[in-house]
C-alpha cells in the first residue's frame, strides 16, 4: 500500500471494492509519516488515536452500506493555527506550546463529517507571518522535492506532506499568499478561495480582513473536493457567505474553448527568467485549448507590497494583543516584578523575532498621529487595488499570472534580508487585499527540477470555473 499514489476517488473505489479498510489505510498512513518526517519537519504531532476512531467510525458506516462521505478514509493534515479539540495548537510558537483547544475548527468539523481522517498538525511559520517556514519556534520545513530549499511559507508544512506523499490532502491558512506560495514551491495544487467561501471559525487570526482557509491537493479534483466539503456558511463567523456552493467536481469538463484569459504585464516584471519560460508556455498551451489570451493592466499593482504590510501589521498588533500571559497560552515567571515586567517578559519570550517586528510595525501606523497617514491611507488604495480586478472581470474570465518571482530558494538564503522574504509575495497579496478566489497550480520545472506553479485568479466566488480551467491545463500537461 502506497500512500503516495492514493488520491480522493482511488480511496474511496478501494473501499468500496473493500481492497482495504479505512483503519488499515490510516495505520499505514501514519506508519509512513512517521518514518519521513524527520527528513522535512512537516509534521508538529500526528494524531494517532483520533485518526484510528474516526477511521473506524468510516468502516463501520461503510459495514451497514451507508454513505460514509465525500472524504471517506482519505488522510488530511491540518496547519497548527486552525485548532483542534483535544490536540495541542501551537501556530509554530512557544507561546501556546501548551494550549489545547476546547473545541474544533468549523473547517475540521466538515473534514470529519465527510468522513476525512485528520492525520496531524503541520509545522508553519509563527501565527502564520513568513514566507520561507522558517519563522516556526520548532525549527524549519524543508521542501520534500530539495531538502536544501524551503517549502514556501507559512503553510510550508502543509504542502510538503502532501507533496512528500504523507497525506493526500492538508489545508492551510492564506493572508498574502500562504497556500499559494507553499503549492508553487512544493509543486502541489493550492488554494486561496474568495474571501468568506470557508468559515474562518476556529483559525487563530493574523489579519482577519485577510485571511483564509484553502486546501492542498497533488490534483485539482482533490483540491475541489475538500473545498467544496469546507465551504459554505456558518453563523460562528459573521464573516463567512451565504453564496451558494457548487459541486465543483461535476463541473470539471475539461472545455476552457472560447474563454478569454487576461495576464497582466505588471507579473511579467521582475520575474526570473526561467519562473517567466514556464509560465510563457502554459499561457501558449491555454491558446492551444481554444482560450483567447489577451494582455492586461492592473496598474495599482506596484503599491501592493507597502498596503499589504501596513494593513496586515496593523490587524496582527491587535490580534496578537490577547496573548499577555494571563488568559491562556505561557507565562513567563517574573519574581517581584510588576504586572507590566510579567507582559514584557512573557511577550518577549514567546514571541519570535518575525512575529516581534510585525506587532511593532503594526503598533506603529496605528499610534496616534500616523493612523490616517498609514492605516486608513492604506485602506483606500486597497480598494483601488479591488478596482484594478473589477475592470479586469469586464474583460475576461479570469487572469494567469506566476505565483512567485522565483522557484524555491534555500534554506537561510533570505532570512536576513526581509524585504527580500517579503517580495516572494508581490504577485500573490494583490489577490489577497481584493478577496478574490486564487489558486496555485503546478506547470512546469526549472533546470534544477524546481517547480514553478501557475497562478489562475477569477472574480469573487467564481471558484467554479477557475477549477474548470485549472483541470483543463493540468490534462493538457499529462497528456
Known amino acids: 500500500m502506497d500512500i503516495r499514489t492514493f488520491t480522493v476517488d482511488s480511496i474511496r473505489t478501494g473501499l468500496r471494492k473493500r481492497e482495504f479498510s479505512a483503519v488499515e489505510l490510516t495505520t499505514e498512513a501514519l506508519r509512513f509519516a512517521e518514518t519521513e518526517n524527520p527528513k522535512t519537519n512537516a509534521y508538529l504531532r500526528l494524531s494517532s488515536e483520533r485518526a484510528l476512531a474516526q477511521a473506524a467510525r468510516v468502516d463501520a458506516l461503510s459495514a451497514r452500506g451507508e454513505d460514509a462521505g465525500a ?50 498538525k503541520t509545522n508553519c511559520d509563527e ?51 500562504s497556500v499559494r506560495q507553499p503549492a508553487s514551491f512544493c509543486g502541489v495544487v493550492g488554494v486561496c478561495p474568495t474571501y468568506g467561501r470557508v468559515s474562518r471559525y476556529g483559525l487563530v487570526a493574523f489579519a482577519s480582513s485577510l485571511d483564509h482557509i484553502g486546501p492542498f491537493a497533488r490534483n485539482v479534483s482533490d483540491a475541489a473536493t475538500l473545498l467544496r466539503v469546507m465551504a459554505g456558511r456558518d453563523e460562528r463567523d459573521a464573516t463567512s457567505a451565504a453564496a451558494p456552493v457548487p459541486d465543483y467536481t461535476a463541473l470539471l469538463d475539461g472545455n ?22 514556464q509560465i510563457e508556455k ?38 496578537l494583543a490577547r496573548y499577555d500571559g494571563v488568559r491562556y497560552g505561557m507565562r513567563a515567571e517574573v519574581k ?102 486564487c489558486m496555485s497550480v503546478p506547470c512546469g520545472v526549472t533546470r534544477e527540477g524546481l517547480p514553478v506553479g501557475l497562478q489562475i485568479m477569477c472574480k469573487h466566488f467564481d471558484e467554479a470555473p477557475m477549477f474548470r480551467i485549472a483541470h483543463a491545463f493540468e490534462a493538457a500537461r499529462a497528456f
Open 256 to 277: 476552457v474553448r472560447g474563454m478569454k484569459l487576461g495576464v497582466p504585464r505588471e507579473y511579467m516584471q521582475g520575474v526570473t527568467s526561467e519562473t517567466l519560460s
Open 336 to 437: 517581584g516584578g510588576s504586572l507590566i515586567d510579567m507582559y514584557r517578559a512573557t511577550r518577549g519570550q514567546g514571541f519570535g523575532a518575525e512575529v516581534k517586528r510585525r506587532i511593532m510595525l503594526g503598533t506603529y501606523v496605528l499610534s496616534h498621529g500616523y493612523y490616517d497617514a498609514y492605516y486608513l491611507k492604506a485602506q483606500k488604495v486597497r480598494a483601488m487595488i479591488a478596482q484594478d480586478f473589477t475592470r479586469a472581470f469586464e474583460q475576461v474570465d479570469a487572469i494567469l499570472a506566476p505565483v512567485s518571482p522565483f522557484p524555491a530558494f534555500k534554506l537561510g538564503e533570505k532570512v536576513d534580508d526581509p524585504m527580500q522574504m517579503y517580495l516572494s509575495d508581490i504577485f500573490t497579496i494583490t489577490g489577497s487585499l481584493a478577496g478574490i478566489p
Open 127 to 177: 501565527f502564520a507571518m513568513g514566507s520561507s517556514n522558517e519563522n516556526s519556534a520548532y525549527g524549519p520545513v524543508r521542501n520534500p522535492v530539495a531538502l536544501d530549499r524551503v517549502p514556501g511559507g507559512s503553510s510550508g508544512g502543509s504542502a510538503a506532506v502532501v507533496a512528500q506523499g504523507t497525506a493526500v490532502l492538508s489545508i492551510g491558512s492564506d493572508t498574502g499568499g
Open 282 to 319: 502554459a499561457v501558449e498551451r491555454f491558446r492551444a485549448l481554444g482560450c483567447e489570451v489577451r494582455e492586461i493592466s492592473l496598474p495599482s499593482t506596484g503599491y501592493a507590497i507597502d498596503v499589504y504590510y501596513v494593513i496586515a501589521t496593523a490587524e496582527a498588533s491587535s490580534n
Open 71 to 120: 472524504l471517506a478514509g482519505v488522510p488530511v493534515a491540518v496547519k497548527d493555527v486552525i485548532v483542534t479539540k483535544g490536540l495541542v495548537t501551537t501556530c509554530g510558537s512557544k507561546m501556546l506550546e501548551t494550549y489545547m483547544p476546547p473545541y474544533d475548527a468549523t473547517a475540521v468539523e466538515r473534514i470529519e463529517a465527510a468522513g476525512g481522517i485528520i492525520l496531524g
